[in-house]
């Protein structure tokens, strides 16, 4: 991995607990699943290369990754892990339907944190699974709405996971530079 990149983002995964933010980012930053997850306190950290197609530029982008502890026992200690974020991973959980009525919850935490919108992701996770009780269309609606890109993903399988990160890339660099511009 190059030691160089064009750009630099804080990132931070966010949602309830045990939606799978942690397998996540492993499977995203190392290329595997565990299924011994253990509860993350306060948050984990990883940093990961990706190649971001900006027009005909072909831009190294790297991400500082901040897996957020998402229990409420955390809830104090969430905001220091947030500032400085430039974009984000809201996760909840397809089989879960508290963890996908919670998210304003979350956006709203982590926008009084940071002070301001940030790129946002939505994420549908755990999808492999058989017992979905969240609709992609309910997930399609609450990303437009709010005006992110929405993925379906399973961190067992890997399916989804590369376009999370790619996705938020992309929203990024084109964020950064629109705001040069000015």
Known sequence: MSSTYDYLFKVVILGEGAV????????????????????????QFAVKNIDVHEGSENLTVKLQIWDVAGQSRFQILRPMYYRGSSGGVLVFDVTRRRTFLLLDEWLNELERAVGKKI???LVANK???PDRVVEPREGKEFADARDMPYVESSAKTGE???DIFENLGKTLVSTRRSSDRF
């Open 160 to 162: 989804g996971i590369v």
């Open 127 to 129: 999808t492999d699974l």
């Open 119 to 121: 790129p946002l992701v």
């Open 20 to 43: 799978g933010k942690t397998a996540i980012v492993t499977r995203f930053s190392h290329g595997f699943f565990r299924t011994d997850y253990k509860t993350t306190i306060g948050s």
